[in-house]
């Protein structure tokens, strides 16, 4: 009967160790598997649960082949390997339970001893308040921290497992329905033993024997109690974060499902609760009229790719609303499960970058605007540089002429008088023409060798004659000498900025009055000089008031009636800034005007200084006009019959051509020594004429004469092959000194042939 007890008994569980340990324990050792009939102890991992549960389903069947005391303990058995089973999904030690088993001589075997779960057996006698220990394995004692001899003084469970006070009347309920009859589910409660540390365990009742011995079975579930409140914990953490955090999170499942939101999510969509959209994705809600973008962007990151920042629109609290959005895919055991992602609302910043477009468009069309004003403002100044400077040139010219051949008072007068009155209108228009320059960005600077003195006694040439005429004493002091002041700097807007300064203290100061200039070096170090102007005058002074706008264009004090366009100081603080320099003035009404300059100087090296002497010497040098032959192309016959008048005066011979092509024709059949070309004719100009020239001749001279002194104007006449620039009205001294450096150059004798 013992094999064939064995034989089934392997059938259902297919283990050999469990089948006959447990048999030698029901059958009463008449069946033992140690044929030397020793003592042993199979200590066995049971990790097949099915197994076992068929095994404890079939307990009816194998009750059939086994005496009346073996089945009961063979019940008892199964009963507590049920418990053991309902217990076994809370266990986290890798779900594997071990039971010692002891077979062999041990009289009697106790299956239950060392089971890692707690098993307490308790008798009943009259309800629950007569409920008396009748055993506690190992596991149980352990836990509860009891001793044998206290458990078998102990009537109510609680007081045998030292359940704590605040669980003790559970326990106890617990016990009352199960006895009762009722089906109880397992409870978790808490242990206080001896030792003072708190255990949580998950007690199940079962009958051994029905109404009459009862059997807890409690398995410490401690460390997933602090696992799952660690997790409440985190949970409870990322909460605070959720909620607290402004960017709207959400994470959806595999299938695009919202799975949970954030508070500030659900607050953006005026949702009280996320069960709204729990199990719903953005199609179900609504929220974009073109849902395809944003659900392939959601397929691209469930396919393991993160986006970040991707702009979209939604339709929230009845509006459309602009957002960017970023989102990742979820990933559990290396397999992608879902999808994170956040959005922010970014309405307001992309509505003030369409008011920054809106107002740069604004602003591009106004600069489009002003571009063509002032566009409109240069072709007008050109024009009138043009169309003034021609008659001006020819008065001018005239004026010179006639100063030249007559020697009578009153003539020379007269002629002086229409010089200074033409003088002083080309003076206004060249301030307006250099204001424009500098408004427009198109003042060159071209640094020059320069020496104190030198600049200086032009300067002092220029205003002393001036003061004198006034009446005015002019005093100077000089302490940056020749000799001492070798340096680079643009000498021409030097001597601007300086006669500027003097032309108005001479203008403003009263007959009798005095101006001084002194300049110094004030400072110095390896590679640059610091020059210091200190222009002086004891004139009616400047108010504080007008001080704070002198140098802004066309202004002029309230109470002065000199004469004037109001650009001076303009340009001065103009100039002054281009040179790197700096300008302040002291004056108050009727204690005079003080202004100081300091601009800064690159020192001139051996190599410039040499350069600048030999050069100067070429320039100054007398060429003599006698006998050259000169082409003059100007469509303006007066001005054509004064330069003529005033090369011929120094036994130039000169030809005319009042047109470009006339000027091209005259220079292909003869030898020129130079040819003066006007920029501005008719049939072709100045530009084009040179341009043609110089394919048939490259050497000859030709210089550019023009009233405009547009910084376009000089580069186009160079860069179509012109040599040197003469601005209208020509000043002959300028015009014979750049004649001769031409001529210096070129043959000493005449290029052409006797007539």
Not at 445 to 463: D, F, L, Q, R, W
Not at 639 to 662: D, H, P, V
Not at 672 to 680: A, C, E, G, L, S
Not at 724 to 752: C, I, N, R, Y
Request: aromatic fraction near 6%; hydrophobic fraction near 40%; proline fraction near 3%.
């Amino acid at each position: 009967m013992n094999k064939n007890l064995t034989d089934q008994f392997m059938k259902w569980n297919g283990s050999t160790n469990i089948a006959c340990c447990l048999l030698t324990r029901i059958a009463g050792n008449t069946f033992s598997i140690s044929a030397a009939n020793t003592r042993f102890t199979e200590r066995l991992k049971i990790t097949d649960f099915e197994s076992l549960e068929k095994i404890i389903e079939n307990r009816d069947h194998l009750n059939k082949s086994l005496s009346h005391d073996a089945a009961e303990e063979w019940t008892v058995f199964c009963e507590t390997m049920h418990c053991f089973l309902d217990c076994r999904c809370q266990r986290i030690e890798d779900n594997v339970c071990v039971l010692w088993i002891s077979a062999a001589e041990q009289q009697p075997i106790d299956v239950l001893s060392d089971i890692p779960i707690g098993i307490i057996r308790m008798k009943v006698a009259q309800g629950p308040a007569k409920l008396h220990c009748t055993y506690m394995n190992s596991e149980a004692l352990a836990m509860t921290g009891t001793s044998g001899n206290e458990a078998s003084k102990c009537f109510h469970a609680s007081d045998l497992m030292h359940v704590h006070s605040a669980d003790a009347c559970r326990i106890e309920h617990m016990l009352a329905m199960f006895i009762s009859g009722k089906a109880m589910q397992p409870l978790e409660c808490r242990l206080r033993p001896q030792d003072g540390h708190v255990r949580w365990i998950r007690v199940s009742l079962s009958w051994v024997i029905p109404q009459k011995v009862l059997q807890l079975a409690f398995v410490n579930i401690s460390t997933e109690k602090e696992t799952l409140a660690h997790n409440r914990q985190n949970q409870v953490l990322l909460q605070k974060i959720l909620d607290t955090t402004q960017a709207a999170i959400f994470w959806k499942d595999a299938e695009r499902r919202f799975t949970g939101v954030s508070k500030a999510f659900l607050e953006y969509y005026g949702f009280d609760s996320e069960q709204v959209l729990l199990g719903k994705n953005d199609e179900d809600m609504g929220w974009h009229s073109d849902p395809d973008p944003y659900k392939n962007d959601e397929l691209r990151v469930l396919q393991g790719e993160s986006t970040t920042r991707v702009p979209g629109m939604c339709f929230c609290k009845g509006e459309n609303r602009h957002i960017v959005a970023s989102k990742s895919p979820l990933y559990e055991d290396g397999k992608i499960v879902g999808l994170v992602g956040s959005f922010e609302d970014v309405t307001s910043e992309y509505m003030l970058r369409k008011d920054v477009v809106d107002l740069n468009a604004k602003l591009h069309a106004a600069l489009k605007k002003e571009r063509q004003a002032n566009r409109a403002k240069s072709d007008f100044l050109l024009r009138m540089s043009h169309d003034m400077r021609t008659p001006l040139a020819t008065i001018v010219g005239l004026s010179d002429l006639e100063l030249k051949k007559h020697r009578e008072p009153d003539l020379t007068k007269a002629f002086s008088t229409i010089k200074a009155c033409s003088n002083f209108l080309l003076a206004i228009l060249s301030d307006i023409l250099d204001l424009q320059k500098l408004s427009n960005g198109k003042i060159d600077v071209t640094p020059t060798i320069c020496t104190g003195a030198h600049s200086a006694k032009n300067i002092e040439s220029i205003i002393r004659p001036q003061a004198e005429a006034k009446n005015i004493t002019f005093i100077t002091h000089f302490n940056c000498t020749a000799t001492n002041c070798h340096a680079q700097i643009d000498t021409r807007k030097v001597q601007q900025i300086i006669v500027n300064l003097l032309n108005n203290a001479v203008k403003y100061t009263q007959p009798g009055g005095t101006i001084t200039w002194r300049n110094d070096i004030s400072g110095e170090n390896a590679d640059s000089i610091v020059v210091t102007h200190v222009i002086s005058d004891n004139g009616p002074g400047i108010s504080k008031k007008f001080q704070a706008r002198m140098y802004s264009p066309f202004t002029q004090e309230d109470h002065v009636s000199s004469a004037g366009s109001g650009l001076g100081l303009a340009i001065v603080k103009n100039l002054v800034d281009i040179l790197g320099g700096n300008i302040t003035c002291k004056s108050a009404p009727g204690q005079g005007t003080t202004f100081t300059v300091i601009l800064p100087h690159k020192k001139a090296t051996a190599a410039d200084i040499t350069a600048f002497h030999k050069k100067n010497r070429t320039q100054h040098a007398a060429v003599p006009l006698e006998g050259r032959k000169i082409l003059i192309c100007e469509d303006n016959a007066i001005n054509s019959e004064i330069l003529k008048e005033m090369l011929e005066s120094e036994g130039a011979l000169c030809e005319q051509a009042f047109n470009g092509r006339e000027g091209v024709e005259k220079a292909r059949g003869r030898n020129y020594d130079i040819v003066m070309m006007d920029i501005r004719m008719p049939v072709m100009d100045g530009y084009q004429a040179t341009r043609e020239i110089r394919e048939f001749d490259v050497d000859t001279p030709i210089v550019a004469l023009s009233a405009n002194v547009f910084a376009d104007e000089i580069q186009n006449a160079f860069e179509s092959g012109m040599d040197e620039f003469l601005e209208k009205p020509v000043v002959m001294s300028k015009m014979f000194s750049v004649l001769g450096q031409l001529l210096s150059t070129t043959s000493d004798a005449p290029l052409h042939g006797p007539d």
